[in-house]
């Protein structure tokens, strides 16, 4: 036998469910088949009745007999209820969709293993949307604890591979499996270092297992595997970027970095400022292509990181850029390196979407001969006309706006690659990050600026905002300005702009003309417009910036000291810890001031208690890796780590930390795999490597 057969030449397949197989589930071969492992397993011991469901937080599992359905509603509230039964009491299910399907395939009178979550309805608990499986009473009490249930499709049930049809594929392959034919692919001293079962056993196990204990093993065995090989995968990737990638030398620290270092910065850098400083230093020193992610919290300083690193570029005969996400922040950027690098006499350019004709040829003219050397821009800096004479440097600020797609197309732009510095407030975990960005190496900016207080933040409803209007006042009259955020997402976008008029008008009224001046910036204005109100804002001619979050980026006004944040309940916690970044920028105390509705969903909730707790980001994104999983977290998507079949990012954290030592160790010695002892490690990586596309290239 042989594991890379066609599917369909398993007894029981065939051409039509092999190619379902195929399309729906990604299953090929045997072994695809073999790796098809369950999401989760039904424990017989644990089947409740329909008196014993005590709450809705727990999911539970029923053995119930179909007593009849009845259709009620219309439209968008029509559903099918099924009244179902055991000795104990009646519950009913519900399905809003696939009501003729369901009728049909359900048998009044047969018995069927219910799995989901009740809720309470009219002092009543229903399930809405179960899982629903048939089950052959006589049959039910033989067989292991433990039966496997398989992710599936609509299509795949109606054609009889539901999780039970799946399950008779496996148990037919397994049974069949003659023994050895699953190769060992971990080396034996790490097996029994982490006291990990062989594959085998664990493959064997893990879709039939004897017990729980064995079942633990099992899966302990299988998250370990796949995490190690992800992790090996990230680790050549890094040693071969690092080792064989040739990179500009920026040799010297010139003029120009020692200049502004020793007689120009407006003040004295951090310890954690310096250091990243000579991380840079030393990457760009050595020959090898420098690709660095900074991590440094809103307010930390990263931008004074950037200008030294540019410096560097330039006193070492190269051109630099720095792109921002944003026309705002990519002026701002312009506007505080012109004034800072002013005594040098070195000029920065400004290139955006909004560039004037002239002055964008004048740019692309003095980037190609040479002549400018130091250039801030948006998205306009990766457009193919825009050529460099010698580009050595790319620093990407906030670098979560930017895909990878645009970011490689700055690899073109010079013969040898430029040295990249990625810029990110928004802190990944550590984990996630070895994962994401493990080519990477990461420096991270763990402290702020001397003087900085923490931001008081506290979470008011609706009903208080009266109370807030007032603290806005109090605050006004210290000489500080304020901060009114409004929610902008895209599919109600014309709701939300009436929000934000309302509030506005709101605002307004409460703190009139000419007493107060109030700016509003949003996505709708004309980048002018948007550039003149805030700048009003920036001068202290405005006490109030009402805005969407536009501002969300990088924008610095160190007087304003509180930040309101309309229908907080509406952001994400990485947007918040964003937009309350905007404040506590100067040596005063700061607030920010969630305002939300009173009917808030346990996750909301949580993030809006875990904002007043802390302002720690990196333990802000851990909660968020928590709440949400690693699929909506900047960057992951083009990981792999979504395609992880049994590891969890979030939940195996412990086995990541010790899959990823091992991988570094054995990879640090022998980046090759040509060793005779990581023979085995290389042929499994050959094996899953074919057809595999290259997901690793992150940056
Ligand atoms: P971010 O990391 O969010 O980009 P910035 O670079 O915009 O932060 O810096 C935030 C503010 O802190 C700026 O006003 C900057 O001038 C100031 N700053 C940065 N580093 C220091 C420092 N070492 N000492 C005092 N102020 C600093
Ligand atoms: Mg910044």
Redesign the pocket.
């Known amino acids: 036998m042989n594991l890379l057969q066609d599917i369909a030449y398993l007894k029981g397949v065939g051409p039509a469910r092999a190619e379902l197989l195929r399309d729906e589930l990604r299953i090929f071969t045997l072994r695809d088949l073999l790796m098809y492992f369950p999401f989760r397993y039904v424990d017989k011991s644990q089947i409740t009745t329909v008196r014993n469901i005590q709450s809705e937080n727990e999911p539970v599992q029923l053995l119930l007999e179909c007593v009849g359905f009845s259709e009620v509603g219309i439209g968008r509230a029509k559903r099918l209820t099924g009244r179902f039964r055991d000795a104990s009491g009646d519950i009913e299910l519900v399905w809003f969709k696939g009501a003729s399907w369901i009728q049909k395939n359900f048998q009044i009178g047969q018995t069927y293993l219910v799995y989901g979550k009740p809720a309470l309805f009219s002092g009543r608990y229903n399930i809405l949307h179960p899982e629903v499986e048939w089950v052959e009473k006589s049959r039910w009490n033989a067989g292991n604890t433990f039966k496997p249930v398989y992710r599936t499709t609509e299509k795949c049930s109606k054609k009889g591979l539901n999780s039970n049809g799946i399950a008779q594929l496996t148990r037919t392959l397994v049974t069949q499996l003659p023994e050895h034919i699953i190769e060992e692919n971990l080396p034996a001293d790490l097996l029994s270092k982490y006291k990990l079962i062989g594959r085998e056993m664990a493959i064997r196990q893990v879709h039939f297992p004897a017990d729980i204990q064995r079942l633990e093993s099992a899966r302990r065995r299988l998250k370990f595997e796949e995490l190690f090989f992800l992790q090996i995968q990230v680790a050549r990737q890094k040693v071969s970027l690092t080792k064989d990638e040739r990179g500009v030398v920026f040799g010297k620290v010139g003029n120009f970095f020692l200049d502004f270092y020793n007689n120009h910065l ?5 310890n954690a ?1 310096k250091r990243v400083v000579k991380e840079i230093r030393q990457d760009v020193g050595k020959g090898f292509h420098m690709n660095r992610l900074i991590q ?11 200008i030294l690193s540019m410096l560097l570029a330039v006193d070492n005969g190269f051109q630099a850029c720095l792109m921002a996400p944003t026309e705002i922040l990519a002026m701002q950027h312009h506007q ?1 390196m012109q004034e800072l690098l002013a005594p040098l006499n070195c000029q920065v350019a400004l290139l955006t979407g909004s560039t004037k004709t002239a002055e964008r040829r004048r740019i692309h003219q003095g980037l190609l001969d040479g002549s400018i050397a130091l250039l801030v821009g948006t998205h306009a800096l990766i457009e193919p006309i825009v050529q460099f004479q010698k580009l050595g440097l790319v620093i990407i ?1 906030e670098q979560h706006r930017f895909g990878v797609a645009q970011r490689a197309r700055l690899w073109e732009k010079a013969s040898i690659p430029p040295h990249i510095l990625v ?1 990110t ?1 928004t802190p990944i975990p550590r984990t996630l990050a070895m994962t994401v960005y493990g080519d990477l190496d990461v420096s991270v ?1 763990d402290e702020l ?3 900085r207080k923490p931001i008081q933040t506290v979470w008011r409803s609706d009903a208080r905002r009266l109370e807030v209007f007032q603290f806005m006042e109090d605050e006004i009259k210290k000489g500080r300005q304020v901060y009114v955020v409004f929610p902008l997402i895209e599919e109600s976008e014309a709701l939300d702009y009436k929000d934000l008029q309302d509030g506005y008008d709101g605002i307004s009224r409460r703190f009139p003309r000419p007493q107060y001046q109030i700016s509003i910036v949003h996505g709708r204005m004309k980048p002018d417009d948007r550039d003149y109100e805030m700048n009003l804002f920036v001068k202290k001619q405005t006490h109030i910036m009402v805005a969407t979050t536009v501002i969300e980026v ?1 924008v ?1 006004v ?1 007087n304003a000291s509180v930040m309101v944040i309309e229908s907080a309940e509406r952001f994400g916690l990485s947007q918040l810890h964003q937009l309350r ?1 905007r404040v506590g ?2 040596a005063d105390q700061s607030y920010c001031i969630l305002m939300t509705g009173n009917k808030l969903s346990d996750e909301s909730k949580t993030r809006m208690e875990t904002m007043v707790r802390t302002n720690d980001g990196f333990e802000i994104a851990e909660v968020d890796l928590q709440l949400r999983g690693p699929g909506d977290i900047a960057g992951t998507q083009q990981s792999g780590v979504l395609q992880l079949k049994i590891a969890d990012i979030v939940k195996d954290q412990s086995i990541l930390l010790v899959a990823r030592e091992c991988a570094l160790e054995i990879v640090e010695e022998d980046a090759t795999l040509m060793l005779e002892k990581n023979r085995m490690v290389r042929r499994y990586l050959e094996e899953i490597s074919k057809g595999n596309s290259d997901w690793s290239k992150i940056s």
């Open positions: 407006p003040f004295e850098l951090t400022q440094g919290d809103v307010g930390s300083g990263k931008t004074i990181v950037a505080s600020d810029m407030a900016i600026p001397p003087g990088g610095n160190p970044g920028r100067g």
